[in-house]
């Protein structure tokens, strides 16, 4: 370690601000050993509930990997070799096993397998996987009797837009195929036809700045190439049905009845400032023949849709779970504009096969409608709706057939407040394979993360829709996380039996078999801890408060080796969150009961070098919606000093050795904290955006755009208070961030302006790595380079003038 730290040290002087330290870097070999471990398998439970299957998975993908050929077109990227949307996250192997059994059944994959998905069936008698090879993109079934009899159904599969669903006979599957004569991809022209141009006269068109969108008509071509697929419906028997002829399909979804497709096509003209699904779109309905039956919409560019507005006409059209062929859809009734005074921003509209008569509106909506659910009962409905001005969430319960009775009201909270969370529905997929509730007689089960002053405590709860009533069937243990994966079985009179994952901070997450009528447990896995090496770490839920009096909390973490009274450099870790009123900002959203899993570039392992950080401290923005952010630094500001103080008042950090990093928006806050105030020797932002004039129409939960908050904008912005940033700052960040806003040009630019201002600054860019760092070699590199950093200008810090 001295010797990495020496050599870095050297390096850094003789080049000062030239490109230096060629070639990636390794972190402390302890660091290595704890990143490199392989994760514990991930579980699938079949819907019945009397299946598991075990999915094996790698550590992280190498650098290899990710600079394969992709292509950056319509806010999508896409793996050309695959036929599908870019990934490297695949799993390696599959077991199933009978959740009663012991001995699980591997399914035989081949060596080197890249796995992509995995499906059930709603049946729960079969299940699907994609295997990714440099043929294309496969898909297999896998009879839950036969698991070592693997059928591969096509080797043509396109998951571009979207995968493999099962058709509601549970028996066959509707996929999107590469047509058979599409032929060579479109070569890129050998020199330029022309200029790329846009145009726009009076077109009021507000977006946010998206990435990888389409620049030029080869790209255009290259997307139309990529989408254009076949539609099919394949049999586990080894049949093949085409559809239509080969379309740009965005989505095709099949009708309860297993009659009716609901068509998504997307059109030309193609837009260069929106994504894909922002796009001009048809939207239909099919016969099994590729025979349209009724045109719902043609959807025109979403261009001109106000900031946090929608669409006019139609949208959110979806198949209703409890109908054979019903749709439902929204439409907006304040011309999509949240702005809008009116007594009902939406309303929803049903409409049933054959399609001959018309939409009726079922309801109108107060707010802006942002979800439904469906029951066993198809009288019954529930709508949630969202009030942008005070954001909040309600949810109606409405009862079709009784018209005139008022809907119940399920839920009614702000969206912030956590310990008022009632939990969600728990679903069911029906005989048709759609979701609904599940439901025993009057009682649905809801489930939820259960927030409260000691972190989550999950719980299980029913609800009667009759009275309202609610019935605490199971909560977490205080000392242990544990939540619910599925019911294996329940009824209206006695309590269910139900599959958790439980963990604690040193035992990792494993599942078990709760007969909560019986009161009896039973381990349905037994996982071992990947990092037993870690787990002498000592970890605390901390509480304090903000000077003004909001609750402040953070997951405090010192070295195993801590002796009580030793004052530790402190890294602090944290993202902003807005809210609405100081009661919900202070609430606990984090558990210290989850098993301490150190992975990728986490920035934990200071812990083993050393460190104590406070992870996931609430850094919360309070205001009014409209206005929240006028404080914003403020308030950042405020929070950073009450961590600081809780760890030193704690006896645990030194105040002259505090670090404070985050990613993202918490990158942002880094640079923030930096140029505005001196409580930090140091910092370590990740992929932020630090220039907000580059983000125009908003961000985060800004609503404003920059012409009417032209001063909010620039004071937020550190790159226009570079100058003022006198600690040293490490800015790391993907070449090929995807995300919207975090431009690597971000990055770029303000490591420009610090250092033209004289300022101490490292720029490191990741190639091929976008928003968050995935391939082994870069994941490393940011932990050498977090470390080494930190070690140089917190740990080993000379004391500042005036220190003692």
Known sequence: MQRFILAFLACSMVHNCMADDSGYQLPPQEVVDIIDAPPEPAVSISPDGEWL???????????????????????????????????????????????????????????????????????????????????????????????????RLTERLSTVLGGADWMPDGKHVICRLTPESRGAEPPAPPKPLGPNIQESSGNVSPTRTFQDLLTSPHDEALFAYHITTQLAILGLDG??????????IDSAEPSPDGLHLLMTIIKRPFSYTLPYHSFAKEIVVWDLNGKPEYKIVDLPVEENIPIEGVR????????????????????ALDGGDPRQKVPHRDRLMAFAAPFSAE????????????????????????????DRDRRWIRTLLHNHAQPQAAPKVLTDRSIRDAYGDPGDLVPQRNAHGHSVARQDGPWVYLSGAGASPQGYLPFLDRQNLDTLATERLWRCEVGQLESVAALAKSSADAKPTIITRRESSTTPQNYLLRDLQQATIKPLTDFRDPVPQIRGIRKELITYKRADGVPLSATLYLPADYKPGTRLPLFIWAYPVEFSDASTAGQVTTSPNQFTRIRGASHLTLVTQGYAVMDNATMPVVGEPETMNDTFVEQIVSAAQAAIDKAVEMGVADRNRVAIGGHSYGGFMTANLLAHCDLFRAGVARSGAYNRTLTPFGFQAERRPFWQAQSIYMNLSPFTHADKIKEPILLIHGENDNNAGTFPLQSQRMFQAIKGNGGTVRLVMLPHESHGYSARESVLHVQAETIAWLNRYVRDAKPASGEK
Request: proline share 7%.
């Open 53 to 151: 299957l075990l999915v094996e998975r790698d550590a992280m993908p190498s650098i290899e990997d990710l600079a394969r050929r992709k292509l950056q077109i319509g806010g999508i990227r896409i793996d050309p070799a695959a036929n599908g949307q870019f990934r490297v996250d695949y799993a390696r192997g599959i077991s199933v096993r009978r959740r009663d059994g012991d001995q699980p059944v591997r399914v035989p994959l081949g060596e080197g397998a890249k796995l992509a998905s995995i499906s059930w069936a709603h049946t729960s008698r079969a299940f699907l996987y994609t295997l990714v090879t440099p043929r294309g993109t496969e898909l297999w079934s896998v009879d839950i009797d036969r698991p070592g009899e693997p059928r």
């Open 359 to 386: 939409p009726r509106e079922l309801h109108k909506i107060e707010h802006r409608a942002v979800g439904v659910s469906y029951f066993h009962d198809r009288a019954l409905l529930a709508v949630t709706e969202y």
């Open 239 to 248: 049949s093949t049905r085409l559809i239509g002829a080969p379309a740009m």
């Open 312 to 331: 006019t006409g139609p949208r959110s059209i979806q198949w209703t779970s409890s109908d054979p062929a019903t749709l439902v859809w929204y439409e």
